[in-house]
């Protein structure tokens, strides 16, 4: 959600404009937008491995998995 609202029209922007033209290209919205791209990138990639590594302890010890999760 917060991608949608802070990262995808300010990637959209900058992608069709040639130049930054919210404050100049050292504006704190180009910083900020910046910083929250590759969190939520990073907290994505971090929360799907976590998915995938519990549902394989889920298909690989399903006695041990009720107990360990």
């Given at each position: 959600?917060?991608?949608?609202?802070?990262?995808?029209?300010?990637?959209?922007y900058?992608?069709?404009?040639?130049?930054?033209?919210?404050?100049?290209?050292?504006?704190?919205?180009?910083?900020?937008?910046?910083?929250?791209?590759?969190?939520?990138?990073?907290?994505?990639?971090y929360?799907?491995?976590?998915?995938?590594?519990?549902?394989?302890?889920?298909?690989?010890?399903?006695?041990r998995y009720?107990?360990?999760?």
């Open positions: 959600m917060l991608c949608s609202i802070a990262i995808i029209p300010t990637s959209m900058s992608a069709l404009a040639p130049d930054w033209q919210f404050m100049g290209d050292n504006s704190l919205i180009c910083k900020c937008s910046v910083y929250l791209e590759i969190v939520l990138f990073a907290n994505t990639a929360t799907l491995a976590w998915i995938g590594i519990d549902r394989y302890a889920a298909l690989m010890k399903p006695q009720i107990y360990f999760f």
